[in-house]
């Protein structure tokens, strides 16, 4: 079974403070996919990344970056100079090789809190 | 280009009735999934589909639930007798549906409240 674990519900920090989101997965298969959504008050699901098992490198885009570490199995998401348009709902999702037919496994969310 | 898109956007309801959610995917996407989202469970998965056909229909909830998509494009998502514990978001994704694994892009979902 995977399993995905997201264990801050809520954060809360100050405009332009820098805030780490914690993803901690588990999973079988050695092949795997690793995603992080946004989801702001609208409710649409934002795709932000997308990170394969075998690729281990950290990425940077703009303020964001993730930091991928296969030994810990954690998938943690920065933001670099928080701003209040940041403040949403963030989920980290596991997919595994199985095909279409598995689905996305989702945490529970972040909820983080941009405060101006 | 056009995003997913799902309607009604909300949807209220007395229990007992049926309700009919819909979803038209990206055009080109192949593959379309249905999620639901709720306090209590979180983002469950529910179905898959790879063109019209569904390999897999253990996710959905009970035998209340049926999704079919005709046309390899809009999916429907029927829910029969709506009880309470129904209430949620409905979540719709599609994907290119070329490969193993892709980047799935959500609807903006169809809220649900059942009285």
């Known amino acids: 079974a995977q399993k995905v674990t997201q264990a801050q519900t809520e954060i809360s920090v100050v405009e332009k403070e820098d805030v780490t989101l914690d993803c901690v997965y588990e999973t079988r298969d050695t092949t795997y996919y690793l995603f992080w959504y946004k989801q702001p008050p609208s409710g649409e699901l934002v795709f932000l990344i997308r990170r394969n098992s075998f690729d281990e490198q950290n990425e940077i885009s703009g303020r964001y970056s993730w930091n991928f570490q296969k030994s810990t199995s954690s998938f943690n998401f920065t933001i670099t100079a928080s701003q209040v348009v940041d403040s949403a709902v963030y989920f980290c999702a596991l997919k595994g090789s199985g095909g279409g037919a598995d689905g996305l496994t989702f945490g529970k969310g972040t909820h983080l809190i941009i405060q101006p | 280009g056009a995003g997913v898109s799902q309607s009604p956007s909300n949807k209220v309801t007395e229990k007992g009735k049926d309700v009919e959610l819909r979803c038209d995917p990206i055009s080109g996407h192949t593959a379309l999934y249905w999620y639901r989202q709720s306090l209590g469970q979180g983002l469950e998965f529910l179905i898959y589909f790879q063109g019209n056909s569904a390999p897999d229909k253990s996710g959905l909830p009970s035998d209340r639930f049926s999704a079919e998509r005709t046309g390899g494009s809009v999916s429907t998502l029927t829910i029969q007798r709506t009880q309470q514990e129904d209430s949620a978001v409905y979540l719709c994704?599609?994907?290119?549906?070329?490969?193993?694994?892709?980047?799935?892009?959500f609807g903006p979902g169809t809220r649900l409240l059942v009285l």
């Open positions: 994704a599609s994907s290119l549906g070329q490969g193993t694994v892709e980047t799935q892009y």
